[in-house]
């Protein structure tokens, strides 16, 4: 049970590991959706992927139905493996597998709970991250976990550059979950309630850049919203996307309002809260991710302009 590309990565490796300890049987999946200009409805990624192996597969639009229930249960399961598929499982479909309901998550849990832990673990400046096998509770990631495995977290990693990681990581670790569920030597930790954090879903809105913010926090926004949404603000009223971003000073004085490009050359620098940030890529509006520099270049803007107004 899956959507999103991460789930689709885990789905390839299952079946290519298929026919030893285990075989799949069904696929659940989201419905299919309208995309492109001509709106046209295209398969998730999981749904695509299950349809070139030609897995049977189900896309309830509502899965609180007895219908989808008489349906999923026909596949007689085992085991159910949930991997993102974007919605809270209601008890009568966990009890449909045999075994367990396991979920692939991507945080070391209680750490980062809900529906956005690898933007949380960046925008929390964690050093690592990972990946959780866990049984799935009708309370949001708060089952016994099975297995966990952890990654460093680099400097320059991205929401998308994490996301890859933890896809190749979450198949290792399911597939070796599985082959304990195999041999009946599965083992249940319970989670530490006491240490446990949340993340939402992101919104649009949350990529917007306060600039009173640290210097830090923003550089960390630059990659957690990496692809989407893209950490953005304004320059004299238009858009502006930033892409990438370093530290230049962590802590300095504050002389300037913050969103002040208080330099230009050889990047520009802004004034944030605390600390100044050097902006390396943006991009405006319709065009091409391009350099800082060469941006405000083409604008012909100054040292002493302000961004966010």
Sequence with gaps: MG????AAHILERLVAASGANFRMVGVVTRPDQPRGRGLGTEPSAVGALAAKYQIPTLKPVRIRTPEFLSELKAFAPDLLVVAAYGRILPAS???????????????????????????????????ETGITIMRIVER?????????????????????????????????????????????????????ETIATYTAPVEKKDAVIDWTASAVQIERMSRAYDPWPVA????????????RAAVAVEDAFIN????????????????????RLTLLEVQAAGRKRISAADFLRGKRVEAGARFGT
């Excluded at 597998?97 to 709970?113: E, Q, T």
């Excluded at 953005?232 to 892409?243: N, P, Y």
């Excluded at 520009?268 to 809260?273: A, I, L, M």
């Design 3 to 6: 959507t999103p590309a991460l």
């Design 93 to 127: 479909i966990l009890d449909a597998a045999r075994i367990a309901p396991m979920n692939v998550h991507a945080s070391l849990l209680p750490r980062h709970r809900g529906a956005a832990p690898i933007e949380g673990a960046i925008l929390a400046g964690d050093a």
């Design 140 to 192: 949001m990631d708060a089952g016994p976990m099975y297995l966990q495995r952890s990654i460093s977290i680099e400097s320059s990693d991205t929401q998308g550059t994490l996301k890859e990681k933890l896809a190749a990581l979450g198949a290792d670790a399911m597939l070796e979950a599985i082959d304990l569920a195999a041999r009946g030597a599965l083992v249940e930790t319970t989670q530490d």
């Design 232 to 243: 953005r603000t304004r320059l004299g009223g238009d858009e502006v996307l930033i892409w």
């Design 256 to 275: 300037e309002p913050p969103g002040t490009i208080v330099s230009v050359k050889p990047s520009p620098v802004v004034q944030c809260g605390t600390g």
